[in-house]
């Protein structure tokens, strides 16, 4: 089936022919959807906890971090291009010589220019734009209104111009203070310094695209000094790149395997789920995952944050807990009320349901049945109320062989056409935001190994086009829903405020990124 160049190619990437063989299966027999049983809900598996609860919590975690190791870990390599959706078509459709730009919003439909056009001076990157059409239209200032809005697009898009779609969000310019326009790469500095600092120390991993590592680190040179200044810590800053040996092949419609024009098979990025081998690389007792895009300007962090304090806060009782009972069990000397207690335990504080004949199993079956549960890393999930956005988000879902777990979904991962399962969905009460902290170590200190506790059935199957030839393509299970599908979760509400994403350049103009006057 695979030539010597295909054997060689393969090899290259760190993958196995076996490997290939199963991702072709894989493709070929359709992706799995989830079967949900119910949505998690505020005392169904998401917790809601009053005042006096989150400022326990803060204190627990603000207590014990100085004798923690703590990482953020933050995929960063993604490009801003879905970002400027809306201004390349703008770009692409608009006849200057034809239509005022009202008359193409009006045509198009294209209301978020109107949004966009009428906040400019509110935006980040407003100065740097301006400041480049000058150098490039001297008279830019004597132009027609249409022709200024068009320039203004061209330079921020353009590739010979400034270029802001071929960089990942880290690195464009994000909030905008008196004197100085920071990057959600340096925003994010400054948020570890509030939460994920042990003794003075922060340290961050950021998975990056190996094409602007070097522009990552010209940005960490320029603003490391003023931010260990301005926030009295040092940093240690850490990058790495989705690894090779997780890229996937494609096929067309045809079920064949999918090639370039030279005849190399296309190996693709497989997907924000092949993080997972950076992650299980770090060695730190926790560690916050959060994306690059999910920020607010300094003045609003101290609100925001402490909602991280307080996830943390859950995980180190949690975790006192599962290994208080660990070594209990390990000891082997336990009695029928120690079992009863420890399973109440699962069931009231992890969302395990124990299996029916856990009851009827001799205590030696029973010790291994709880040790297997208890020794799985653990994540703490925030949760926002949804505001009318059907999607993913948490569930109650069963699996093949019929047992019920709590999980996070994606859309993708659901078969909305089943009826069912679209009454599950539009009744959700909350949606995930990916804001989340884990205990990657286990109760004698050990890292886990994250691979073992993948759910390698929640693979994605999607449909793309390449070259203009439809395939169809595979995606590992995602970081925070297959991935994490047999690790211990435990879901939290936090309020709307703390998810402020940049999804469109028009997100910008939100409060969360306005700094104050």
Not at 195 to 200: D, F, G, I, L, V
Not at 230 to 256: P, R, V
Not at 271 to 290: C, Q, T, V
Not at 479 to 503: C, R
């Amino acid at each position: 089936m695979f030539s010597d160049k295909d054997l060689t190619e393969i090899k290259n990437h760190d993958l196995t022919v076996s490997q290939i063989k199963d991702q072709i299966a894989q493709i070929k027999s359709g992706m799995a959807f989830s079967k949900l049983k119910k949505a998690a809900t505020v005392g169904n598996g998401i917790i809601k906890l009053k005042a006096h609860q989150e400022a326990y919590f803060i204190t627990l975690f603000d207590k014990r971090s100085p004798d923690l190791s703590m990482v953020k870990f933050v995929p960063a390599s993604g490009a801003a291009t879905r970002m400027f959706k809306f201004l390349f078509e703008f770009l692409n459709d608009y006849n200057i010589s034809e239509e005022t730009i009202q008359e193409y919003i009006k045509r198009s439909g294209n209301e978020d220019l109107d949004v966009f056009l009428n906040s400019l001076e509110k935006s980040p990157f407003f100065e740097e734009v301006v400041h480049k059409i000058h150098k490039i239209i001297p008279n830019f200032n004597d132009l027609p209104y249409n022709e200024r809005c068009f320039q203004f697009v061209k330079t921020m898009l353009e590739e010979d111009r400034l270029n802001y779609s071929f960089y990942p969000k880290g690195l464009l310019p994000f909030h905008k203070y008196k004197n100085h326009v920071s990057t959600a790469f340096e925003e994010h500095l400054f948020e570890a310094a509030f939460y994920a600092s042990s003794k003075n120390k922060a340290s961050l991993h950021f998975t990056i695209s190996e094409t602007h590592h070097r522009n990552f680190n010209e940005e960490l040179n320029y603003i490391l000094e003023d931010v260990e200044e301005l926030t009295g810590k040092k940093f240690h800053i850490d990058f790495s790149y989705q690894k090779s040996a997780t890229d996937t092949i494609a096929l067309t419609s045809d079920n064949e395997l999918f090639r370039a024009l030279d005849g190399s098979i296309l190996f693709r990025p497989s997907g924000h789920g092949a993080l997972l081998e950076n992650l299980n690389e770090l060695d730190y007792d926790i560690a916050f995952i959060k994306n690059i895009d999910n920020l607010v300007v300094r003045d609003q962090l101290e609100e925001v944050c402490n909602y991280r304090k307080i996830l943390a806060g859950i995980l180190l009782e949690i975790q006192d807990e599962i290994f208080k009972f660990l070594r209990l069990l390990d000891s082997n000397n336990l009695d029928e009320n120690e079992i009863k207690s420890i399973s109440k335990f699962l069931i009231t504080r992890l969302n395990i349901l124990i299996s029916p004949d856990f009851e009827s199993s001799s205590i030696d079956s029973k010790i291994f049945y709880l040790k297997e549960k208890l020794n799985r890393p653990i994540r703490v999930c925030s949760m926002v109320k949804n505001e009318g956005e059907p999607g993913g988000g948490p569930f109650w879902v069963t699996d093949q062989k019929g047992t019920v777990s709590l999980q996070i979904i994606e859309f993708a991962q659901i078969d909305i056409s089943n009826p069912d399962q679209k009454s599950i969905v539009d009744n959700a009460t909350h949606f995930n935001p990916t804001d989340l902290v884990c205990g990657i170590k286990n109760y004698k200190g050990e890292p886990f190994d994250l691979m073992k506790y993948v759910d390698q059935k929640a693979a994605f199957i999607t449909n793309k086009t390449q070259a203009g030839t439809d395939i169809k393509a595979l995606e590992l299970p995602g970081l925070w829903n297959g991935s994490m599908a047999y690790w211990n979760s435990i879901f939290v509400e936090v309020p709307v405020n703390t998810f402020n994403p940049v999804k469109t350049v028009n997100d910008f103009f939100r409060s969360a990124h306005q700094v104050k006057k």
